[in-house]
Each structure stands twice: as structure tokens, then as C-alpha cells.
């Protein structure tokens, strides 16, 4: 079966993957060809279970071959990861890996672990366009800074627009007072 790494779950036997029609297709999910992930994604478009193989995945830091049909560096960038599984901060920000939406859909909040850890808290990101919702504290981290960035640029672009309607405001006052003299 295709999703041996995955255990006993709910959705497994719905798997496209593994029924036994599709058993000629298996070894692509794990392929470096990239036709063959090709297919392999296309596979995971007409699979019920897609969603819930999606979450797992990224659930489970899944971050070689394709799963809820992604590659290994949608998957990564999802959760802001390198090859390696670690954290990378890049000036890129992900899309919502479930429906692609932008990451001004996407928004954060903070949970407690579960089991705790290395951190006592983890961070959600959910998209408001699907509702899928993933935890990761990483590619959280990617999109609070988004938002950051995004928050930045309005404010430096209110403030020029203020600074240009005090010049108007300052010009105009010349001119009347030019005028009334
Ligand atoms: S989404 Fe793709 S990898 Fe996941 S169970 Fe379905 S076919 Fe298999
Ligand atoms: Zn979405």
C-alpha cells in the first residue's frame, strides 16, 4: 500500500492511491521525474481523501514525495521548512496548501501543545477562503510576518499620503494669502 508510513486511519481505505487500479502509479509519489509526480498530483485531485491526506501530512511534517497533492516543495513551504525539516525564514510566504489562496487569507492563532515539548504552545494557520487550518509554528511565523510587512507598507503609504495633503493644504494657504494682499 502507497501510504505505508501513515498507520491506521479513518480515511486510508478511501485512498485513490491505494486502490488496486492505481497500483501501477505508486512509485511515482516518491519519484524524481517530474512527469511522474505530475501524475501522482493529478491522482490526488480526483481523491476523496485528499483533504484529510493534506492534513496529515503537513500534521506530520511530511516532507519528501507527494501527498494531498503536493509535492515535497509545496509541502515545504507550507510549513516554511528546508530540505532538512528546518525552519527557514525566507521572504517568501505560503499560499493556503489546500485551495492556494494568498496569504492575506490566512490568519494565526496560538494553541496550546499538545503534550508540550520544546514549546509549550503551537501556532494554527488557517484559510478564512477553505477553512483548512494547519499547525505550524514556522510557517506561522511566515505569515505573522506577512501581515507585518503588509501592515508596514500601509502605514508608510498613509503617512506620505498625509505629508503630500499638508504640502497641498501649506500651497493652497500661500496662494489665498498671495491673493487677499
Ligand atoms: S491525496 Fe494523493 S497521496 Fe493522499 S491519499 Fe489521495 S491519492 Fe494518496
Ligand atoms: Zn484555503
Known amino acids: ?4 508510513g501513515v498507520g491506521s ?13 492505481n497500483a501501477h502509479m505508486r512509485k511515482f509519489f516518491f519519484s524524481k521525474m517530474s512527469k511522474e509526480k505530475y ?4 491522482l490526488c485531485y480526483t481523491c476523496p481523501v485528499r483533504r484529510q491526506c493534506l492534513q496529515w501530512a ?21 510549513l516554511s521548512v528546508s530540505y532538512e525539516g528546518q525552519e527557514v525564514r525566507k521572504k ?3 499560499n493556503c496548501p489546500f485551495c492556494g489562496a494568498r496569504p492575506n487569507k490566512l490568519s494565526v492563532r496560538t494553541a496550546d501543545a499538545p503534550g ?14 477553505c477553512n483548512f487550518d494547519w499547525t505550524s ?16 507598507k500601509k502605514a508608510k503609504i498613509e503617512k506620505a499620503k498625509e505629508k503630500k495633503n499638508k504640502k497641498s493644504k501649506k ?11
Not at 500500500?1 to 505505508?4: D, I, Q
Not at 500534521?59 to 513551504?77: A, H, P, S, T, Y
Not at 508540550?116 to 477562503?129: P, Q, S
Request: proline share 2%; glycine share 6%; net charge positive.
Open 1 to 4: 500500500m502507497r501510504l505505508s
Open 9 to 21: 486511519v479513518a480515511w486510508h481505505d478511501d485512498a485513490a492511491c491505494a486502490h488496486p487500479r
Open 39 to 42: 501524475m501522482a498530483r493529478n
Open 58 to 78: 503537513l500534521d506530520n511534517k511530511q516532507i519528501d514525495g507527494v501527498w494531498g497533492g503536493k509535492d515535497e516543495g509545496e509541502l515545504r513551504r507550507a
Open 92 to 94: 517568501r510566504f505560503p
Open 116 to 129: 508540550g515539548g520544546r514549546w509549550t504552545t503551537v501556532k494554527i494557520v488557517k484559510c478564512e477562503e
Open 137 to 152: 509554528r514556522t510557517s506561522a511565523n511566515a505569515v505573522e510576518a506577512y501581515i507585518f510587512a503588509q501592515e508596514t
Open 171 to 181: 500651497k493652497r494657504a500661500s496662494v489665498e494669502r498671495k491673493i487677499t494682499k
